[in-house]
């Protein structure tokens, strides 16, 4: 059955599958915003954090990304990524304005491979972009959580985030 959440109260569904903690994580290649291209998932040796947004130039999605920026500083052994069908020329204009240096801004633009994480709307207004989750895969490569934000223009559980994020290094 696919997954969904809501936008706005109305449930729209997901394309792809959401994987289980306990499962392998999907190697996905984003594109940054310098335009080179990175893979988030599988074995890194450091802890990640895979955050899906549907666009920065939204204000819940402008709010997470400023959030996580802030409480992942200085962290270390943990590679951050907030991944969103945003260019990155407008993603570069983004970190620049809001000085984001501690994570890195990517698109999914050009392979959609967020599909492999569950994530990729299927329908509705917001079709082909993004839902608001957050993953965290351990150095291993194994997925040790997943938050599939119910309600897209809601933010996601910080708390739960950096907690598990903490219990991992």
Request: net charge negative; aromatic share 6%.
């Amino acid at each position: 059955m696919a997954q969904t959440v809501n936008l706005k109260g109305s449930p729209v569904t997901l394309i792809g599958s959401l994987p289980n903690v306990g499962d392998r994580a999907p190697e996905a290649i984003v594109v940054t915003k310098d335009l080179q291209e990175k893979t988030v998932g599988g074995a890194k040796g450091v802890v990640q954090v895979i955050i899906t947004v549907p666009s920065l130039d939204t204000p819940v999605c402008e709010t997470e990304t400023k959030k996580f920026n802030e409480m992942l500083a200085g962290m270390t052994g943990v590679d951050v990524t907030v991944v969103s069908m945003d260019l990155p020329f407008a993603q570069k204009r983004f970190c620049e304005s809001f000085n984001i240096g501690n994570v890195t801004v990517a698109s999914d633009f050009r392979y959609r491979d967020m599909e492999k994480y569950g994530v990729l709307i299927g329908e509705g207004a917001l079709k082909g972009i993004l839902a608001r989750a957050v993953f965290i895969v351990d150095k291993e490569g194994k997925v040790a959580y997943v938050q599939l934000v119910p309600e897209i223009t809601q933010e996601p559980n910080y708390d739960e985030v950096i907690n598990k994020v903490k219990e991992l290094l």
